[in-house]
């Protein structure tokens, strides 16, 4: 179990913190030794963009939640970090959360967009044009849960915006008046448009 709740590491992440606290991780650093001697697999060859990846228990909401931590690299060069996350966050609960986090820091003011596939079963949030949280609808009638968290790495490193240019690339971008217009359809999927209602109510 890790020694923080998710909020507290999706705080960090927003605050790109998490490759400064190795012992988070029970690790003493991120390097390649470090990340293999405590069992986190390596994804991908050594000499071109490789990552390390090991699944964690963490608090969320008095339950647990799997996250699987994902360390990228170049070569030898560190990139940056991610999760990919078992289902159990919704996509709502950790917008109101970043939102409470803007209202007490400046740094993290949001600016999102939102990316959709065509049938709204799945998408992404970019936050602050760096940040992406990917969302997918697992039941018929439940909200959008979180899948990843992922970032655009520094951009004096290779592959720096790979986030950010795979959302727009995969999904189409929806402006809050779009979204709001498609919702009106009761065809839509069931977490499309619980997410607009929310939108509109400003709770998010």
């Not at 950790?94 to 740094?107: E, F, G, I, P, T």
């Not at 655009?152 to 290779?158: G, I, M």
Request: hydrophobic share 40%; glycine share 4%; aromatic share 12%.
């Amino acid at each position: 179990m890790l020694p923080v709740t998710f909020f507290e590491l999706f705080h960090l992440y927003l605050k790109n913190s998490t490759l400064t606290n190795p012992h988070l991780f029970g690790l003493q650093s991120f390097s390649p030794e470090a990340l293999a001697a405590a069992g986190h697999e390596r994804i991908g060859e050594p000499c071109d963009f490789h990552f390390y990846e090991k699944s964690y228990s963490t608090s969320y909401q008095r339950r647990t939640l799997e996250v699987l931590f994902k360390c990228y690299c170049f070569n030898q060069q560190t990139l940056g970090s991610g999760f990919g996350l078992a289902p159990g966050a919704r996509l709502s609960t950790l917008l109101r959360y970043q939102k409470r986090l803007a209202q007490q820091d400046d740094s993290l003011a949001s600016n999102l967009d939102f990316y959709f596939s065509d049938d709204k079963q799945e998408g992404a949030m970019i936050l602050n044009d760096r940040y992406v949280m990917r969302f997918n609808q697992w039941s018929r009638k439940g909200a959008y849960m979180v899948s990843t968290l992922e970032s655009d790495f520094n951009p004096a490193t290779p592959l720096a915006n790979v986030a950010t240019d795979s959302v727009k690339k995969t999904f189409e971008h929806h402006s809050l008046a779009l979204i709001l217009c498609e919702a009106r359809n009761r065809k839509q999927p069931a977490a499309f448009r619980k997410l607009a209602r929310e939108m509109n109510d400003a709770i998010i």
